[in-house]
């Protein structure tokens, strides 16, 4: 590996005092106040600012729609165009997860369900998302295209049991996703 | 060595001869394996995988599945008057056939050459595969199997990523109720029949075959019967595939999350060799363990399924005392303590020990120690005692007979039961340790127990003597925890703990030993439970010089009782008409 030798800059007397740089940046920072109170600050607009500065109210103003589509947010379960969960509970994202945030209990669909074929479903599915690390791991190992990561990221509760995700609660922020293999249809 | 290899007999054939066996040549290297052994054997001996579907060492081998195709060849025949020529390292030069054969309904024979890889075979292999996977369907996120099926680890070594197959897949039965137990998804099946050969040849039941032809071909079960044979879930263990799935595990959880921890069924006396497969604290399923002196690879289902009273909702965990007519938990120590106090004062004829052929070799060492501290002479068994099924179910329902026998120094330790039982119900008798047993099951009544100033009973499980009792000490289960057993062919075999007692409930040799010191203080008090076996290993003579760990998974022979396994029979002679591997 070849080594490259840094050049220190050589410093004037003022920069050695430090002194007249720091004045030096507060009169930037005055600059850019005068800026922002006659609302002329730079970027504000594509920025979506507030209108004072380009500083964003959270949480009254959100970025949501700038999120871009690989956004991973929490992760949830889906239903499909039949109403149908597709969820399986082969358990392998409980597998993969790193920190082992998922939790199944496999449960077999009655003979008289309309989906008796598909044979297994979740008996419950619950995410901690005090331990999910938002990696994404569930959703790539997902051989029934069942779980996803969607963009909520403001996942907040006042207990430990309120930040685990039940069945329930993963369905709801999960919805209804179109376009997937079918592959429980009537070939099977 | 080369001038001498035609004058004196010093070639490798003649070599391997005189030990019964013949040299064979796999993948390269050449070996010697006895006279008579399958290919697909010797291969395993030679350390080379040939993958198989239907070849089971303990069944007939149909040879139905192909998977196991490997090239092979013999030295060419010499023609007429033709001396064979062998080369510089003494072998012939092999001829190696054109076409595959299967490697496990052949045998071996001198100077053959096996090839378990290349072009050939893996373009069998392959070929195989994908017939195979044509008609199976995309089951694997909803199939038990998933994790331990050859289909599936097959199909990742020798298999295509892709199908090529574009017509629509063959249907057939799926989730097919064909027993109590045992669930059948005919779409899965890859027809190896395994289970059809076991339930003809080792269950002696055989209601299942194929119907149908071709692409069709359907296992199912005789019309109007039903898998209901006590040894049936064997046949789930056995399908490579996830054609057959248990009942009671079905669902519960996939096994790749399973701990596999090796141990002995406790249910009989033959103590079949079981791996118990738990997760968290929780057991899941238990299988037999292949043993070939104790169980061969077999176990009856009702063996497999007692597990399950581990988690009842009787089960004990906290020890119990009696205040004011009612039972309140309290700590181990203070119940020990309070245990011990009531056998203070009373003569030995005045005390009884009541425990149980269940318990381990430690545990009633133990026991022995006990009753010689309370210094009496009453100390008995309880027996279970029915009818052997003629394959694995002993007549001995009691899992350590045997070694309570060589424990105690007694050659009938059930023999004071009347005596005992006569004393309680008298009054004679003021005090007892009741362990493992529920005396109400084994003929007491509620009213003989009531006489009992002091019962203290050690046991698992909540039950009528429980009930009765003075102090209630709460054990483990054979799952939680360590010890020793002898099966009635005298193999002493381990238990090894596989999940930790739930609550405040303690193996049994803990709690024993604390009752120990505080009736006898000058007793000697074990730390762990290799000094229980250290102990007994200075006391019994059979178990001189052995150790915990020296027992090993698969046991030690210890004794010659006599008695014999009558499935392992059947098997030896089956092995000697040369029938099956084993």
Known sequence: MPVVKLQRPTLTTSEKLTLPSIFKGFLVTLGHAFKSLAGKSRGADSLNGSGLGVTMQYPEQKWDGELPEYYRGAPALVTDEQDRERCVSCQLCEFICPPKAIKIVPGEIPSDDEWAKVEKRPKAFDIDMIRCIYCGMCEEVCPEQAIYLRKDYAITGLSRAEMVHDKEKLYEIGGKRVGLVNKWNELK | ?582
Not at chain 2, 27 to 52: F, L, N, S
Not at chain 2, 266 to 276: D, H, Q, S
Not at chain 2, 467 to 484: I, N
């Open chain 2, 1 to 582: 060595m080369s001038d001498s290899a035609t004058t004196t007999p010093t070639l490798p054939k003649d070599l391997a001869a005189e030990k019964g066996m013949v040299n064979v040549q796999i993948d390269g290297h050449w070996i010697q394996v006895p006279k008579g052994t399958r290919m697909i054997e010797a291969c395993k001996m030679a350390e080379k995988e040939v993958p198989h579907y239907c070849y089971h060492p303990k069944l007939s081998s149909p040879g139905n599945c192909r998977m196991c195709l490997v090239q092979m060849g013999m030295p060419p025949r010499p023609a007429p008057g033709e001396e064979p020529k062998f080369g510089e390292d003494g072998y012939q030069e092999i001829g190696w056939m054109p076409r595959p054969v299967i490697a496990c309904a052949n045998t071996v024979g001198e100077n053959m050459g096996i090839r378990t890889g290349g072009d050939l075979v893996e373009k069998c292999r392959e070929g195989v595969m994908e017939f195979l996977l044509i008609n199976h369907p995309l089951d694997c996120p909803i199939c038990d199997q998933a994790g331990e099926c050859s289909l599936q680890e097959f199909s990742v070594e020798h298999g295509k990523g892709t199908s090529r197959f574009q017509e629509n897949k063959v249907k057939k039965p799926k989730n097919v109720d064909i027993g109590p137990r045992i669930r059948l998804d005919d779409e899965r099946c890859i027809m190896c029949s395994r289970c059809i050969r076991f339930m003809d040849e080792v269950a002696d039941d055989p209601v299942l075959g194929f119907t149908d032809r071709g692409t069709h071909t359907t296992l199912s079960v005789h019309p109007g019967r039903k898998l209901d044979n006590n040894y049936g879930l064997n046949t789930v263990d056995i399908c490579p595939v996830g054609a057959l799935t248990s009942n009671d595990f079905r669902f519960q959880m996939r096994v790749w999350f399973l701990k596999e921890t090796p141990s002995i069924d406790v249910n009989c006396g033959t103590g079949c060799n079981t791996t118990i497969w738990t997760r968290g604290n929780e057991i899941f399923r238990v299988t037999p363990r292949e043993n070939n002196e104790v169980n061969s690879a077999w176990m009856p289902d009702s063996h497999r399924l007692a597990f399950h009273e581990i988690h009842s909702d009787r089960r004990l965990t906290s020890p119990l005392t009696l205040s004011g007519g009612q039972h309140a938990s309290t700590t181990m120590e203070r119940a020990v303590k309070e245990a011990a106090l009531g056998f203070e004062g009373l003569p030995g004829n005045e005390v009884a020990i009541i425990a149980s052929a269940r318990g381990t070799n430690e545990e009633l060492l133990l026991i022995k120690k006990i009753k010689e501290a309370l210094g009496t002479d009453n100390l008995v068994l309880i027996g279970r005692f029915g009818e052997s099924d003629g394959k694995l179910i002993s007549a001995d329902r009691n899992p350590n007979t045997t070694g309570a026998k060589m424990v105690l120094g007694d050659d009938n330790p059930f023999e004071k039961y009347d005596q005992i039982k006569g004393d309680i119900a008298s009054g004679q008798i003021k005090a007892a340790l009741v362990i493992g047993e529920d005396l109400t099951e084994s003929g007491y009544s509620s009213d003989e127990l009531s006489k009992l100033q002091h019962l203290v009973v050690l046991n698992i499980l909540s039950n009528a003597t429980a009930g009765k009792a003075h102090v209630v000490l709460p054990g483990a289960s054979f799952a939680e925890k360590r010890g020793s057993m002898v099966n009635v062919t005298g193999r002493l075999q381990r238990l090894n703990r596989a999940i930790l007692p739930p609550g405040e409930s303690a193996p049994d040799w803990e709690i024993l030993s604390a009752l120990l010191a505080e009736l006898n203080p000058e007793g000697p008090k074990p730390q762990k439970i290799q000094d229980v076996f250290q102990m007994l290993a200075d006391e019994v003579a059979e178990f001189k010089d052995l150790t915990l760990q020296k027992i090993g998974d698969l046991g030690v022979q210890v004794k010659d009782t006599g008695e014999t396994i009558p499935l392992l029979e059947k098997e030896r002679k089956r092995i000697e008409n040369r029938e099956i591997v084993g």
